[in-house]
């Protein structure tokens, strides 16, 4: 009898630790959170959609230019990536030891491409490329801000005379936006000229790039943050950081800012920012012959943190709505706290960087290039488009059937004329199911400009009927019972018809 208990109490706790242990696990299994990182998205229906259109109007773009695309690996070796970004370093993803190399998730596109060039021994290319970068940064998911998110850069590498890849560069910049209906400004500075005015306020040579990283905060932040951390954490003098500000405060047109500088005598005293106006000389006559001039806004205070830059470096803003040149009150203009920038910040930035080959190789190549924030763009274009959405798929034609009591579904025949659809390289659906109801196919056609209705007195005579969805409205016939229908084509001239139609651009769903 003590046996049979003992027998009893052992399964009794064996079922009782089965339950804590299995009951457990599948109480946390049933607590995952269904969502994506935090800094990262999934992509679906129209909003892809807008998105590819982004990525072609870009392609076709540096396609125009010559451009050669590349494709890199998504991690870099770690010392491949050291020493490129300054403070913007402690935004890499480090990657655990695999297999004895220390990698890390490539922070931008550039420093990848610089590889590249020096392993391959190319020594001139135009080259694009579309890929994802991924940074440990603050999302902000609604300004488009993200730790996961799409780059399209362009560059030019190779030994050419001055400033005339960077002037075609900005001419890049401008047909993207045309083509992307956005009117931008494309703020510039030079390096040169930046350090040379450190050089001249007083700024010590160690200490120029950290000054630097934090004048390139005065989109974001009004002066006298910016002046206060360089005082208090970077340790500059508080007279040196004051005459910094009554430089970096200024921009302009190109030839009002050279001007401007050339008329003061400490500046253009000056080795670095001498040669850095000779650029910035340069750049004005090809950009007015190039058309891009009056796009561009020479800004003092620009710097871009990121330490491989040698020359020309701009950043693209959204241009605010209704902004206007007010004649005579730009020169010499006083940046302030988001002045002309809109609530994403720069939607496309680069510049030149001389000395990055070098890094990796025995031979300097001179590069400069852009690249194009896609994630900030979409967000722009998407936030235009407003409450109307877009097609979540991009499906001209419905193929449906209806009947009577004898209906079967008509499938072979529906198939029959999606294929015909097909090989004329129309987009067409049609429902997966034998004998669908009409209301079903046309809830299923919502997005859908068009429908080839099917029906059985119809076909004996080699007809279908050609209806415009989203209107009410079907074809041209004067009875409004046959507009509701649809209009009778034969089915040699349906390609004809739909193609007709689909070019008129007047569709209500297109």
């Known amino acids: ?33 269904l969502k994506a990182p935090k800094g990262t998205r ?3 229906g129209a909003d892809l959609l807008l998105r590819d259109h982004v990525f072609d109007t870009i392609t076709n773009v540096f396609k125009l230019h010559g451009g050669t695309p590349l494709d890199t690996p998504v991690f870099e070796l770690k010392e491949i990536l050291a020493g490129k970004y300054g403070e913007e370093a402690r935004l890499i993803y ?13 922070y931008d596109l550039t420093v990848p491409f610089a590889r590249w060039l020096a392993m391959n021994n190319v020594q001139q290319i135009k080259r694009y490329q579309i890929a994802k970068v991924y940074r440990r940064d603050q999302p902000a998911i609604a300004r488009g801000r993200m730790r996961e998110f799409y780059q399209c850069d362009f560059d030019i590498a190779g030994a050419y005379d001055p400033m005339i890849p960077d002037a075609e560069i900005l001419r890049v910049i401008s047909e993207t936006f045309d083509a992307l ?9 030079h390096r040169r000229i930046l350090d040379g005015l450190f050089a001249v306020a007083g700024v010590p040579a160690e200490k120029t790039r950290p000054i630097s990283s934090a004048v390139d905060k005065l989109d974001k932040e009004p002066w006298e943050a910016v002046k206060k951390e360089m005082v208090e954490q970077k340790g500059l003098p508080e007279e040196v950081a004051d005459k910094i500000g009554q430089y970096v405060l200024n921009k302009g047109t190109l030839d009002e800012m050279i001007q401007f500088i050339k008329s003061d005598p400490n500046l253009f005293a000056n080795d670095e920012i001498k040669a850095g106006i000779a650029d910035m000389e340069l750049l004005s006559s090809y950009s007015k012959e190039l058309n891009t001039f009056d796009k561009i806004s020479f800004d003092l205070s620009l710097a871009r943190g990121l ?48 000395n990055l080959v070098g890094m990796y190789g025995k031979k300097q190549i001179p590069c400069v290039g852009i690249s194009f924030g896609v994630d900030r763009i979409f967000t722009i274009l998407k936030a235009r488009r407003g409450e109307k959405q877009g097609r979540a798929r991009e499906v001209d ?83 409004d019972k046959d507009k ?11 390609v004809q018809e739909v193609k007709k139609l689909l070019q008129t651009n007047t569709l209500p769903l297109r």
């Open 484 to 494: 509701d229908q649809g209009r009778l084509v034969s089915r040699d001239d349906l």
């Open 42 to 44: 999934d992509w679906s």
């Open 397 to 479: 034609v419905y193929v449906m059937a209806f009947g009577g009591k004898e209906f079967d579904g008509l499938l072979l025949q529906r198939m029959s004329v999606a294929r015909q659809l097909w090989e004329a390289g129309i987009k067409a659906e049609f429902t997966a199911k034998v004998k669908p109801r009409l209301p079903q196919q046309f809830k299923a056609a919502e997005d859908v400009p068009l429908a080839v209705i099917l029906g059985q007195d119809e076909l004996a005579e080699g007809k279908v009927r050609l209806k415009v969805l989203g209107t009410g409205k079907g074809g041209e016939e004067k009875d």
């Open 181 to 189: 209906d956005q009117e931008v400004t494309v703020k510039l500075n």
């Open 94 to 106: 480090n990657l655990e030891d695999q297999g004895g190399e220390l990698c890390a998730l490539r």
């Open 1 to 33: 009898m003590l046996r049979v208990l003992s027998r009893i109490n052992r399964v009794v706790v064996s079922d009782l630790f089965r339950r804590l242990l299995f009951g457990n696990m599948a109480s946390k299994e049933a607590k995952i959170s």
């Open 307 to 354: 330490d491989y830059y040698t020359g020309l470096i701009f950043e693209v803003i959204q241009k605010p709505p209704n902004a206007k040149d007010a004649d005579g009150t730009r020169y010499p203009e006083k940046s302030s706290k988001n002045q002309d920038a809109s609530a994403v910040g720069s939607i496309a930035a680069g510049g030149r960087y001389d």
